[in-house]
């Protein structure tokens, strides 16, 4: 136990040294980024898409609890599901597409204020100000000179977008069965919150089990994967050189220095291209 907590907190302390490395050097590329000012709506989906990415990579090196399989699978298919759209608008790359990835989740949160606003009325949400400010705000404002519909179908089938940016495999591999851990299906049930109980007369039934689940590593590695290969997308549109490679590098340098001979992975993975080497 002792060794397992000495290695959690060498490995935050890793984590900590790569976000104040690669959050300035983010930053700085942001700048470099030419945007159209004039119709920035392509640039602030993929801006907001890649921003999402890394915000979930951040937690992954700071929160040893995400290398926990059933938390951890929850996160990266957040990930996996913004790197869909990512590749899938970038490589299409229509404005109207973009628009209609932002004109969807406006429609949304006006759907969203029309609830809220109805549940006021019938007394079953009870009034504050910012409330009230939220649900008069208007949402119809961020794009200029069109009221916005609300569209309950989604902006586009999502294993349609996966197919069509050459993602297929990994929709079908990590997209489709790390959805019954987000929804809590049965097999997910089964595999992190019950085990089998130890009363020899009670038939092999399964019961509700506390313990925290066994950490996986290997997550760490997908996390960074899905980050480089939205990073890779975002350089790519704004013609920017790759800086961020040599801080994974440096980053999984500390990492496995902290790591206890007995848990190190018997796969070598490039973490910058998403292959693996056994």
Same mark, same amino acid.
Not at 218 to 245: C, H, N, T
């Given at each position: 136990?002792?060794? *397992?907590?000495?290695?959690?907190?060498?490995?935050? =302390?890793?984590?900590?040294?790569?976000?104040?490395?690669?959050?300035?050097?983010?930053?700085?590329?942001?700048? !470099?980024?030419?945007?159209?000012?004039?119709?920035?709506?392509?640039?602030?989906?993929?801006?907001?898409?890649?921003?999402?990415? &890394?915000?979930?990579?951040?937690? %992954?090196?700071?929160? /040893? $609890?995400? @290398?926990? =399989?059933?938390?951890?699978?929850?996160?990266?298919? *957040?990930?996996? +599901?913004?790197? /869909?759209?990512?590749? &899938?608008?970038? +490589?299409?790359?229509?404005?109207?597409? /973009?628009?209609?990835?932002?004109?969807?989740?406006?429609?949304? +949160?006006?759907?969203?204020?029309?609830?809220?606003?109805?549940?006021?009325?019938?007394?079953?949400?009870?009034?504050?100000?910012?409330?009230?400010? /939220?649900?008069?705000?208007?949402?119809?404002?961020?794009?200029?000179?069109?009221?916005?519909?609300?569209?309950?179908?989604? %902006? !586009?089938?999502?294993?349609?977008?996966?197919?069509?940016?050459?993602?297929?495999?990994?929709?079908?591999? $990590?997209?489709?069965?790390?959805?019954?851990?987000?929804?809590?299906? @049965?097999?997910?049930?089964?595999?992190?919150?019950?085990?089998?109980?130890?009363?020899? *007369? $009670?038939?092999? $039934?399964?019961?509700?089990?506390?313990?925290?689940?066994?950490? =996986?590593?290997?997550?760490?590695?997908?996390?960074?994967?899905? &980050?480089?290969?939205?990073?890779?997308? @975002?350089?790519?549109?704004?013609?920017?050189?790759?800086?961020?490679?040599?801080?994974?590098?440096?980053?999984? =340098?500390?990492?496995?220095?902290?790591?206890?001979?007995?848990?190190?992975?018997?796969?070598?993975?490039?973490?910058?291209?998403?292959?693996? +080497? !056994?």
């Amino acid at each position: 136990m002792t060794e *397992l907590l000495g290695f959690i907190a060498a490995s935050r =302390d890793c984590g900590r040294s790569f976000v104040d490395a690669v959050v300035p050097v983010l930053e700085s590329q942001r700048t !470099e980024a030419k945007v159209d000012l004039y119709n920035p709506t392509a640039d602030e989906v993929i801006g907001g898409l890649f921003a999402r990415t &890394f915000r979930f990579l951040q937690t %992954f090196v700071l929160d /040893f $609890h995400l @290398w926990a =399989d059933d938390l951890g699978r929850v996160v990266l298919r *957040l990930m996996l +599901e913004s790197l /869909f759209y990512l590749r &899938f608008l970038t +490589e299409q790359n229509r404005p109207e597409l /973009f628009l209609a990835f932002q004109k969807y989740g406006i429609g949304q +949160e006006k759907l969203y204020k029309m609830q809220l606003r109805k549940l006021l009325e019938e007394g079953k949400l009870e009034a504050s100000a910012d409330l009230r400010e /939220f649900i008069d705000s208007d949402s119809d404002e961020e794009i200029s000179d069109e009221l916005v519909n609300v569209r309950l179908k989604n %902006f !586009e089938d999502l294993r349609k977008v996966a197919i069509e940016a050459g993602m297929k495999d990994d929709n079908v591999l $990590h997209y489709q069965p790390e959805s019954t851990v987000v929804h809590g299906h @049965w097999p997910a049930l089964r595999r992190y919150y019950l085990e089998m109980c130890t009363e020899p *007369l $009670h038939r092999l $039934h399964l019961q509700p089990t506390f313990r925290l689940p066994s950490l =996986d590593p290997q997550l760490l590695d997908q996390a960074f994967r899905l &980050f480089m290969a939205a990073y890779q997308l @975002w350089i790519k549109r704004y013609g920017l050189e790759d800086r961020v490679s040599p801080l994974v590098d440096q980053y999984f =340098d500390c990492y496995s220095a902290a790591t206890p001979p007995a848990s190190e992975a018997s796969a070598t993975v490039d973490h910058t291209e998403g292959t693996t +080497e !056994e």
